[in-house]
């Protein structure tokens, strides 16, 4: 289970990034909170697609 929480919480730290680039994209929480949902899918599924 360890091993998988070295895997799983670089990925989730992808919701994180629209967040980040808020002063240079100037969206607003719920904008910035929709992307982050949308990257993190994508991540999730990314790496559903490289374990299997």
């Known amino acids: 289970m360890a ?16 967040f980040l680039l808020e002063t240079n994209t100037r969206l607003g929480f719920i904008a910035n909170m929709c992307i982050g949902l949308a990257l993190l899918a994508v991540g999730v599924w990314v790496l559903r697609r490289l374990i299997h």
Request: charged letters at 0%.
């Open 3 to 18: 091993s998988h929480i070295f895997v799983v919480v670089p990925v989730s730290l992808v919701f994180f990034v629209p």
